[in-house]
T-cell receptor, first 115, second 114 residues
Framework: AQSVTQLGSHVSVSEGALVLLRCNYS??????LFWYVQYPNQGLQLLLK??????LVKGINGFEAEFKKSETSFHLTKPSAHMSDAAEYFC?????????????FGTGTKLQVIP | GAVVSQHPSRVICKSGTSVKIECRSL??????MFWYRQFPKQSLMLMAT?????????EQGVEKDKFLINHASLTLSTLTVTSAHPEDSSFYIC??????????FGPGTRLTVL
């Protein structure tokens, strides 16, 4: 079984401030972890993924996430928020199931950036 | 590379009609495709896994006779919502596995049933 928990359905930050979106996972096997971004009425865009290589993963648009096994966490950060970062962010975990990766999504965190 | 398209992007239909949504992997072959639905302000829920040339595997609680899935080729999967009702109104998103465990998502289809 696998699951992800995203703490905070809404997060507001000021433009230029640190962005921190929290994600904790549960997985019976070493997980693959992902962060996706979704803009209104659009599909998902992959920000970054962890696949058991480096624990600090750098993604697109200046985002990064750190895999901490001891805390079962995979929090997403960005040093300085930009207005264009306003969107919904989903943390996800996947496991191999029948030869493909079955993905389970968190409930999402809506990021608001205040000018 | 790794682009997945969906058609149509938006569809409005009357209650009782059927609607077909296409999902295509444009620059890679996908033996496995996935269909998700997303209700407003909620996360994506996996509906079914579609394998080329075989029957789809549906998640618990998803009616296979209502949501018909066909994966006729390595680049195309279709989802048909049969006898659609207003409660089927949702955002449907597909994804395709490139054979290396990576999933790429389509832009989604907004279905509104009147």
């Amino acid at each position: 079984a696998q699951s992800v928990t995203q703490l905070g359905s809404h997060v507001s930050v000021s433009e230029g401030a640190l962005v921190l979106l929290r994600c904790n996972y549960s997985s019976s096997v070493p997980p693959y972890l992902f962060w996706y971004v979704q803009y209104p009425n659009q599909g998902l865009q992959l920000l970054l993924k962890y696949t058991s290589a480096a624990t600090l993963v750098k993604g697109i648009n200046g985002f990064e996430a750190e895999f901490k096994k001891s805390e079962t966490s995979f929090h997403l950060t960005k040093p300085s928020a930009h207005m264009s970062d306003a969107a919904e962010y989903f943390c996800a975990v996947s496991r191999n199931s029948g030869g493909y990766q079955k993905v389970t999504f968190g409930t999402g965190t809506k990021l608001q950036v205040i000018p | 590379g790794a682009v997945v398209s969906q058609h149509p992007s938006r569809v409005i239909c009357k209650s009782g009609t059927s609607v077909k949504i296409e999902c295509r992997s444009l620059d890679f072959q996908a033996t496995t495709m996935f269909w998700y639905r997303q209700f407003p302000k909620q996360s994506l829920m996996l509906m079914a896994t579609s394998n080329e040339g075989s029957k789809a595997t549906y998640e618990q609680g998803v009616e296979k006779d209502k949501f018909l899935i066909n994966h006729a080729s390595l680049t195309l999967s279709t989802l048909t919502v049969t006898s659609a009702h207003p409660e089927d109104s949702s955002f449907y998103i597909c994804s395709a596995d490139n054979g290396r465990g990576e999933q790429f998502f389509g832009p989604g289809t907004r279905l509104t049933v009147l």
